[in-house]
């Protein structure tokens, strides 16, 4: 059973333009809403994190809207870059990230120059 | 992922060898998870350690595959009689107030 849902699979975008992945969950205990990005070859490192607290969460370019009542979340990359090219997973979590992640399948970005 | 160490980064194994894979946290980190990915596949809970105890296997299959992490030295994700289809990157991520990944070992069954 997939408790988490992520689309797109992949995903090609201008330089410059808006990235937008989503992703569903199920159990409405989740209470930790990551992102991960993951370059080839390398663990997956933590970009931004939303709590169901709050409906919004920007950090410089990426911002993570959060839909507590249709129980999704999305990731939306502002003025893409290239350096931007990775594959990206959401994930959630109970008690505050400190228990065991579910990942999305992952999205894999390609930002044209 | 800084801080985090796994080795060895990549491992190559013959059908039926024994794979072991080593994970050392952050330093002040008692506790860490062993994830795998599958290729084109996202990360799959496997175990859940702290020092000399296992909190959580739900993700371990049942046979051949164990993990420990003792007091001293690294936590040891254990493969015996790899098959091909073990074939994949196995992620530890060390647990402090959030989990943080090491860069993984990427092991090949041929």
Not at chain 1, 22 to 49: H, S
Not at chain 1, 74 to 88: E, F, K, N, V
Request: proline residues 7%.
């Amino acid at each position: 059973q997939q408790q988490v849902k992520q689309s797109p699979q992949s995903l090609i975008v201008q330089k410059g333009g808006i990235s937008i992945i989503n992703c569903a969950y199920e159990n409405t205990a989740f209470d930790y809403f990551p992102w991960y990005q993951q370059f080839p070859g390398k663990g997956p490192a933590l970009l931004i994190a939303i709590r169901p607290d709050v409906s919004e969460k920007k950090e410089g370019r990426f911002t993570i809207s959060f839909n507590k009542s249709a129980k999704q979340f999305s990731l939306h990359i502002m003025d893409s870059q290239p350096g931007d090219s990775a594959t990206y997973f959401c994930a959630a979590s109970n008690q505050g990230g400190s228990e065991k992640l579910v990942f999305g399948k992952g999205t894999k970005l390609t930002v044209n120059p | 992922n800084a801080g985090v160490m796994q080795n060895p980064r990549h491992l190559v194994r013959r059908r039926g060898q024994e794979a072991r894979l080593r994970c050392s946290p952050m330093k002040g980190h008692s506790h860490v998870y062993w994830y795998r990915q599958l290729p084109e596949e996202g990360l799959k809970f496997m175990v859940y350690l702290q020092k000399e105890n296992i909190i959580d296997e739900s993700g371990m299959p049942k046979e051949r595959f164990s993990a420990e992490f003792p007091k001293e030295g690294p936590s040891i994700l254990r493969i015996q009689q790899v098959v091909r289809g073990d074939s994949a990157a196995y992620f530890c991520a060390s647990q402090g107030q959030l989990p943080f990944f090491g860069p993984g070992t990427r092991l090949t069954v041929l």
